[in-house]
């Protein structure tokens, strides 16, 4: 089945500790998004990427790093210098940036325990 | 910063009834999508509208968009419990913006 695939489902971390969130898309999808949704929020973007060896922070990058190495793949590292990671993680991934359907992973809840 | 802004937050209706959703974005755009999220899911395409449409339908959703007013608005007719979700609508250039969704909830 083609899709974008995320994980681990549930992750949980100790404080200062890094942490990396997998996402793989077989879409052969250019652009691929990382998104962080706390409890009854919305959707804020943490980075983006247009093609590969190439990305561009979002609106809360602080904290966070990514990798763009492989078309497919675009891993999220939450660092320790993110103050408040727990939350609900999203991956999406589309045809080109001003393309038009966006596909999304079914998320990683991450906890700092 | 938020490109669109879902009103209502929340939404209860009884099941067998039309709920209406709508958003309303800032700057000018080539088209808005609407999106469901079930809770702890990822994001569903709904339907896309373009600038250029001012109404588009796909089954029970009905969509419509004013580029005059900058609002949009996602009808959904004959609501069944499994509607119940939140819904999103985004609007993009290069990244995609979403607004903070409405909560829709279907009453048996």
């Known amino acids: 089945d083609g899709g974008i695939t995320q994980s681990p489902k549930y992750l949980f971390r100790k404080e200062g500790q890094n942490v990396t969130l997998s996402c793989e898309q077989n879409?052969?999808?250019?652009?691929m998004y990382w998104y962080r949704q706390d409890p009854g929020q919305g959707l804020r973007l943490i980075y983006y990427?247009?093609?590969?060896?190439?990305?561009q922070k979002g609106d809360i990058a602080e904290g966070y790093s990514v990798s763009r190495e492989k078309k497919e793949s675009f891993p999220l590292t939450v660092t320790s210098a993110q103050k408040n990671p727990t939350a609900f993680y999203l991956c999406?991934?589309?045809?080109?940036?001003?393309?038009?359907?966006?596909?999304f992973g079914q998320g990683t809840r991450l906890t700092v325990v | 910063s938020q490109q669109g802004e879902e009103d209502p937050q929340a939404l209860s209706i009884q099941e067998g009834e039309n709920a209406t959703m709508n958003c309303s974005y800032k700057?000018?755009?080539?088209?808005l999508q609407w999106y469901r999220q079930n809770s702890g899911r990822g994001l569903v395409h709904l339907i896309l509208i373009r600038s250029n449409e001012r109404e588009k339908h796909s089954g029970r959703l009905r969509v419509t968009l004013d580029t005059s007013k900058k609002s949009s608005s996602l009808l959904i007719t004959a609501s069944r419990a499994a509607d119940t979700a939140s819904y999103f609508c985004a609007t993009r250039d290069d990244k995609i913006i979403f607004g903070k969704g409405t909560r829709l909830h279907i009453l048996p």
């Open positions: 999406a991934s589309s045809i080109a940036t001003r393309q038009l359907r966006t596909f």
């Open positions: 879409l052969n999808h250019d652009a």
């Open positions: 700057t000018s755009i080539n088209n």
């Open positions: 990427s247009q093609i590969v060896n190439d990305f």
